[in-house]
Each structure stands twice: as structure tokens, then as C-alpha cells.
């Protein structure tokens, strides 16, 4: 193999021979920055979307702790083995710092001169930090700052009403309407005295969020969610049947808003019950005289006595019940939420029939099963019609929009998912090398090894004469699989008038050349045993 190599090298020209050097060394140095590269450490994302003080404090800490970072736009890059301690132990620090100083700021005041007016400040600036520091753990929001508007407390002056604006800035998009109730509520939670609608949400890039509130706050968005859970399921139901994209269902819910508190109170005249009985019986009896009544039967001495006397007798006997009407007294109480009425609109695509000539038309659905369907839709989204309820399903062709713009061909390469800026670079350079090897390293020894093959050999040689296309090869010494000798006309010996002697064998023809050329014989005989030696 060495001898090979040394006799390519031999055989290429002072200019071959410094691109074979220099593709070398430029594949060394590939091979090691390679190497240095994937012994390197892999960086990791740390911080992003900081704000220039932020990342300025996350920098200096990390200078101070000896950790290698990268810096690249808004994000900080650090190695993968230390990014979760060196969180836990920034976080420990208090870095990065959201949404400014919380109740932190009043474990620096003291008694002593402090006075009510900078206590008061300190501590609405500690609650806006606290709140800005809560709607910071929102994932899609960036940034947030909170300002509550309290005057100063006057025994004088009542139902002062406190009032907050929040700004933020999310990471994407704009902040929602749910998002915006949500942030509303909070606040006006957290502060005693504050409705929701006594804040105001500010997004940095859509504006002012006025976030549409009914007289509970919540009718809106509740009506919006039923009509939402509603359309689903019908779609749901229908795409079991006509297959998906064949149904579109529109959903429109009126619910009560209002609160309505009703007392109610049934008297029953037939459902009476006895609860008491009270029975009284009385009975008088009186003696009257006898007579005609005189002065003298008035006397107590007179003539009274005489005559015959007269007696009367009375009885009376009262009866009295106490009965309890039947009565029935029920409180009912309705708030918001309650379905009022139920509109759904239900279109159907038809059917696409081929023809036995090949030919598709559009048919709209029977009758039968568009009474199936709309018995199935009004199961599903629980129809009354007493209520008002209306259900509309017809059965019409679907047009599809016009697709605007020019479709792009599809590549045989499929598109590459997203890739780490490290990740491209080796690729690339392991690119890079295998084309080096390929354009400066083989292709030049294998364009060598041609050429080498066809040097002459030192000294004489032999040359055999019918080779293809008239071409000669010459003897180098080497014996290749499937040698055969050629006929070897080498001497003409007609050509000097001598007569053609009888056809001889090869062992004897060898014979007879290598007696007539001997130097040519002691070249390849020197060929062969060259490489013995130098082994040796």
C-alpha cells in the first residue's frame, strides 16, 4: 500500500502535488473545528423578550458567577447543564425583576418619620406591583404595568370611587376580550371599593379594550360559549352522516339577563282540616211569687207569704271549631343564563351521483332523510317549540370559494422543519469537507492513478503490438487475472526472405524472445524483485 501511495506521488506534477497538500490540510482543519465543535457546550435559551434593565441585571450576574453566555438579539444563551440551576438561582435574587417592588416596599419604612401621606403612596405603589406581578404569570402577556387612582382619605367626602388602568403587552396578537375581563376582574377584586367596569384594560398594540359586559358581566360571553358548544355538537352529528366540510350549522341563543325574584302564596277553601273543637253548655233557673203584687207583699212584715210562688228554668249549649286552611307559599328565585329562545340554521350539501356514462351531477337529499336529520338536530340541541324555538335544515349545493394567488408546485423535497442554528452549521461544514474530499482529494488520486498507469516503465520495454484500436501496452511486470500470451509477431522473418517455420509452442516462443531480448527480460525480472527487497 505504501509503495503504491509513494509511486502515485512520484508520478504527479509539482502542481497536482500542492492540491493534494492543501486539500489535506484544509480537511484536518475541517475535521478538527468539527471536533471542537461538537466537544463544545451546548447553549440553551435562558431569558427572552427582556427589557433592556433586565437583561442588563440577568448579565451582570451571570458575569459575576463565571457562567459563559451568548447574547443574541433579546435572548440570553447559556449552557444546557446550567440553564435550570442558574433560573432557581436568579429567581432566588429576585432577577429577572416583574412588574417592579410588591409589599417589599414597606419593609422599608419605619415608624419614625414616616408619616400617613408616604405611607399611603408606599403602599398603593406595593399593590400595583403586586397586581403588574400576577397578570406577568398570564403566559401570553410581556409586560404589564398597573396605576390606581385613590385620593387621599377625607371624612368629609364619601363614596370616592377608586379607578385602575392596566397596561400590557403580550407576546403575540392582541390581548382578547375574555383576556380583558379576566384582567378587569382581577383588579377590581383586589381593591376594596372597585367595580369592573372602574377598569380599564390598554393593550399596546390594539388600544383600548373595552370588553362589551352585560348588566351581570357574564351573559355575553356565556350566550357565546352555549352557541359554540352548541354548533359543535351538531356538527359533530352531522359529519358522521354526510361526511366532513358537507355541513355548516349557525347557532343564535337569546338568553335571560335580567334577575327576577318571585313569592307566591295559594289558599285552598276545600283543604281545610279541623284543629280545635270547643264546646259550652249553660243552664239557669229562677223562682218568681205567686199573685198580685201589692205594698203590702213588698212589706217584710206584710202578707207576701201567702199566696203561691213561681219558678222558670233556662239551658243553652254553644259549640265552637277552629279550622286551618290548606295554604301553599313558594320563593322562586331566576337569575341570568336561562335559554329565551333557540334559532339554528342547518345547510346540507347533497350528493354527487355519477352517471353510467361517466357524468357527475349534484342531487339534493330526500326528503326522508332530511326528516331524520332534522329529528337528530333537534334532539341534539334540545328544540322546544312551545318556547319559540326555530329549526331550519335545508338541503343546497356548496360553491366553493375561488382560491386567489398562484399555487406553488409541490417539491420532491419535503420542507424541513425548524432547525438549530448549531445543528445547520455542522451539517453545512460536514457538507463543505465532503466536497473538499471529493473535488481536491479523490478526484485528483484517482486522475493520478490513470495517469500513473500510463508512464512508461524505466529502461526498455517490451511492446506488444495488437492491443485495441492499435494501441500499445507496455510490460511492467505485473500479472493480471486472465493474462493470456498474445501472438507476438515481433520478428518478421519473412520480411528478410527466410522461409515461415512450422508453428512452435508458447513455453518455446518465451524462450527464444527472452534469448533474442535479453535487457528488456532483466528489466521486468528487475521490476518484480524490487518490491521483495525493499519489503525486506
Given amino acids: 500500500m505504501l509503495q503504491n501511495v509513494i509511486s502515485i506521488w512520484t508520478g504527479l506534477s509539482p502542481r497536482r502535488r500542492l492540491i493534494v497538500a492543501g486539500a489535506t490540510v484544509a480537511m ?15 447553549l440553551v435559551l435562558l431569558y427572552a423578550g427582556l427589557d433592556g434593565r433586565s437583561a442588563g441585571e440577568i448579565v451582570s450576574a451571570l458575569d ?58 408606599a403602599y398603593w405603589r406595593a399593590k400595583e406591583g403586586e397586581l403588574a406581578r400576577t397578570i406577568l404569570a398570564v403566559p401570553e402577556v410581556r409586560a404589564a404595568r398597573v396605576h390606581i387612582s385613590q385620593g387621599p382619605t377625607d371624612a368629609f367626602r364619601r363614596d370616592q370611587t377608586p379607578t385602575a388602568s392596566v397596561t400590557v403587552t403580550t407576546a403575540s396578537g392582541n390581548l382578547s376580550d375574555a383576556q380583558a375581563r379576566a384582567l378587569k376582574h382581577l383588579v377590581a377584586s383586589a381593591i376594596t371599593g372597585m367595580a369592573p367596569e372602574d377598569v380599564q384594560i390598554i393593550d399596546t398594540v390594539g388600544g383600548l379594550i373595552a370588553a362589551g359586559e352585560d348588566s351581570d358581566g357574564t351573559a355575553g360571553t356565556a350566550a357565546s360559549d352555549r352557541a359554540a358548544e352548541i354548533r359543535s355538537n351538531v356538527e359533530r352529528l352531522l359529519e358522521a352522516r354526510v361526511g366532513p366540510g358537507k355541513a355548516v350549522v349557525e347557532v343564535a341563543v337569546d338568553l335571560v339577563t335580567e334577575r327576577e325574584s318571585i313569592t307566591e302564596r295559594k289558599i285552598d277553601p276545600e283543604g281545610r282540616v279541623a284543629i280545635s273543637s270547643e264546646t259550652e253548655e249553660r243552664s239557669q233557673q229562677a223562682t218568681e211569687p205567686g199573685g198580685d203584687v201589692t205594698v203590702a207583699s213588698n212589706l217584710p212584715e206584710g202578707d207576701a207569704g201567702n199566696g203561691a210562688n213561681g219558678q222558670s228554668q233556662s239551658s243553652e249549649t254553644r259549640e265552637r271549631v277552629n279550622y286551618e286552611v290548606s295554604e301553599t307559599q ?56 312551545a318556547r319559540g324555538d326555530v329549526l331550519t335544515l335545508k338541503s343546497m349545493e356548496f360553491t366553493l370559494p375561488p382560491v386567489e394567488g398562484t399555487e406553488a408546485p409541490t417539491s420532491l423535497i419535503p420542507p424541513l422543519g425548524p432547525i438549530d442554528v448549531m445543528s445547520a452549521i455542522q451539517i453545512a461544514a460536514l457538507a463543505l ?20 498507469g500510463q508512464l512508461p516503465a524505466p529502461g526498455g520495454t517490451l511492446a506488444l503490438p495488437g492491443a485495441a484500436g492499435g494501441a500499445s501496452n507496455a510490460l511492467n511486470g505485473e500479472i493480471q487475472d486472465g493474462f493470456s500470451l498474445p501472438d507476438l509477431p515481433m520478428v518478421d522473418f519473412t520480411a528478410e526472405g527466410v522461409e515461415a517455420e512450422p508453428a512452435e509452442d508458447p513455453a518455446t516462443r518465451l524462450r527464444r524472445l527472452i534469448a533474442e531480448r535479453q535487457t528488456e527480460t532483466i528489466e521486468i525480472l ?9 519489503r525486506a
Fill in 28 to 42: 484536518f482543519l475541517a475535521v478538527l473545528a468539527l471536533a471542537r465543535m461538537a466537544g463544545g457546550p451546548q
Fill in 64 to 121: 459575576q458567577r463565571g457562567v459563559a453566555y451568548e447574547v443574541r438579539g433579546d435572548s440570553i444563551y447559556v449552557d444546557v447543564n446550567a440553564r435550570d440551576a442558574l433560573r432557581m438561582s436568579l429567581a432566588g435574587e429576585g432577577l429577572p425583576a416583574a412588574g417592579g417592588q410588591g409589599y417589599e416596599l414597606l419593609d422599608s419604612l419605619t415608624g419614625f418619620g414616616t408619616t400617613s401621606q408616604m405611607f399611603d403612596a
Fill in 330 to 385: 313558594r320563593e322562586l328565585t331566576r337569575g341570568p343564563g336561562g335559554i329565551r329562545r333557540l334559532t339554528v340554521a342547518v345547510l346540507v350539501d347533497g350528493q354527487m351521483i355519477t352517471a353510467p356514462d361517466g357524468t357527475v351531477t349534484w342531487q339534493p337529499r330526500t326528503d326522508e332523510e332530511l326528516t331524520a336529520l332534522r329529528e337528530l338536530v333537534g334532539s341534539a340541541v334540545g328544540l322546544d317549540e
Fill in 433 to 452: 469537507v465532503s466536497l473538499i474530499l471529493g473535488l481536491f482529494v479523490v478526484r485528483p488520486i484517482l486522475a493520478s492513478g490513470r495517469a500513473a
Fill in 526 to 534: 528487475r521490476g518484480w524483485l524490487e518490491p521483495e527487497e525493499e
